[in-house]
């Protein structure tokens, strides 16, 4: 089951969203028709059943304005996430797709704990300065 | 999980957080020294990442000076307006529910995007006449 406003996988009792907050409508399942494994034809672009987040805003975001080099592997999944379903492999989308997710995260950690560090030595070598006048 | 997802107002505090911010680079210059501390990638190898020059583009861009912020870093302040529009687009998801079109981007174009990146990030490092406009 996927949230149909944001494309984030779902619990199966789940009423809201876990990732947007949206209410998850049952009444049409797109997403769980598919027989696994099996390539399911689609209309590139057809917005609301097949959306597939590929978190290329996020790739960006962690790649050109956090200076990470590992947001370079998210923008690749980003990429390899529409050419899924651009081929109407949604299950390989999918999976591609929390790959990109992961990776956003992992930049964004790496970026946060590098950040804290360098923020830590910084605040270290004040007080020193101050403590040695 | 709750029924009430309040957690979504995470993002809404995110926005609002990211007001004082925006807040102090419009009133403190990033050239200024001590303020804001140096990036920690450029400290460390002496490169010019893809992202360099966006602080103070984004200064000069608060400020209306919108060719002194392509000056320091053309390819983040041709990013923002798509940058944007997302986050209006989740900003209107988390308030109500409701995303703005999303067009299908072909994947073609974000390998030539990627592709972009490499070759800025690379030749704005090279300090020779035609590429060292690309420095911040």
């Known amino acids: 089951m996927f949230c149909v406003t944001c494309g984030r996988e779902v619990g199966p009792e789940a009423r809201f969203c876990d990732n947007c907050g949206s209410v998850i409508d049952r009444t049409e399942e797109p997403a769980t028709n598919y027989a696994p494994g099996e390539p399911q034809p689609v209309q590139p672009g057809y917005g609301s059943a097949v959306n597939i987040p590929n978190y290329l805003v996020q790739a960006i975001l962690v790649t050109i304005f956090c200076c990470l080099p590992a947001g370079v592997v998210a923008i690749v999944f980003a990429a390899q996430v529409n050419g899924k379903v651009a081929e109407g492999n949604l299950p390989e989308a999918r999976r591609l797709s929390r790959n990109a997710r992961i990776w956003c995260w992992v930049s964004f950690g790496v970026g946060l704990a590098i950040g804290i560090i360098y923020a830590a030595v910084i605040i270290a070598a004040i007080i020193a300065g101050f403590a040695l006048g | ?136």
């Open chain 2, 1 to 136: 999980m709750a029924d009430l997802p309040l957690w979504r107002w995470r993002f809404l505090l995110l926005g609002f957080a990211m007001l004082p911010c925006l807040a102090l680079l419009y009133a403190r210059n990033p050239e200024e020294q001590g303020l804001y501390p140096v990036c920690p990638f450029y400290f460390l190898t002496g490169l010019h990442c893809p992202g360099c020059g966006a602080l103070r583009g984004l200064h000069q861009l608060l400020n209306g000076n919108v060719i002194a912020a392509l000056g320091y870093n053309p390819f983040a302040m041709l990013t923002l307006p798509f940058i944007g529009y997302a986050f209006l687009s989740a900003l209107l998801v988390t308030t109500w529910g409701k995303r703005l079109p999303s067009p299908f981007i072909h994947p073609a174009l974000i390998w030539t995007l990627l592709a972009a990146i490499l070759a800025f990030w690379t030749l704005r490092n090279v300090p020779v006449f035609p590429f060292a406009l690309l420095a911040p």
